[in-house]
């Protein structure tokens, strides 16, 4: 794998709110921080054109909720063929998280996730996606 070195020409106020926020975040260079937004990018439009990607569900619910947990595991079988692994976690006596590791076109993956987040009782669901290639 090469490096590709290419020029970036930016407005100065805009290149010295970009200095500031990399700082804030923590980047030792411009290159890494440019490099994680093209791969952002890429992701993104990768996504948006139903190619293949990996990512993460995550849900919260009361467990106490028997509809929600029964309805959880019934759309998860139907999706078992993008889904690679799940994890259910106990975090106190009334609130369950379970993480969804999937991989499969966006189209597949933004299905499910769809169907989880709108399902009722559900507290809080994100999708947080990877470009595989």
């Given at each position: 794998?090469?490096?590709?070195?290419f020029?970036?020409?930016?407005?100065?106020?805009?290149?010295?709110?970009?200095?500031?926020?990399?700082?804030?975040e923590?980047?030792?260079?411009?290159?890494?921080?440019?490099?994680?937004?093209?791969?952002?990018?890429?992701?993104?439009?990768?996504?948006?054109?139903?190619?293949?990607?990996?990512?993460?569900?995550?849900?919260?619910?009361?467990?106490?909720?028997?509809?929600?947990?029964?309805?959880?595991?019934?759309?998860?079988?139907?999706?078992?063929?993008?889904?690679?692994?799940?994890?259910?976690?106990?975090?106190?006596?009334?609130?369950?998280?379970?993480?969804?590791?999937?991989k499969?076109?966006?189209?597949?993956?933004?299905?499910?996730?769809?169907?989880?987040?709108?399902?009722?009782?559900?507290?809080?669901?994100?999708?947080?996606?990877?470009?595989?290639?």
């Amino acid at each position: 794998m090469g490096v590709v070195r290419f020029g970036v020409s930016l407005p100065r106020d805009i290149a010295h709110q970009f200095d500031d926020a990399i700082k804030k975040e923590g980047y030792e260079t411009r290159s890494k921080a440019i490099y994680d937004l093209i791969k952002k990018y890429i992701t993104q439009s990768k996504w948006q054109h139903g190619e293949k990607i990996a990512g993460i569900i995550s849900i919260l619910y009361d467990h106490h909720e028997k509809d929600a947990v029964n309805t959880l595991l019934e759309i998860q079988h139907e999706y078992h063929d993008i889904i690679i692994s799940s994890q259910h976690i106990h975090l106190d006596h009334d609130n369950c998280f379970e993480v969804i590791i999937v991989k499969g076109k966006s189209n597949e993956v933004e299905g499910l996730y769809r169907r989880l987040k709108t399902l009722k009782n559900i507290k809080d669901t994100s999708l947080t996606v990877a470009d595989i290639s």
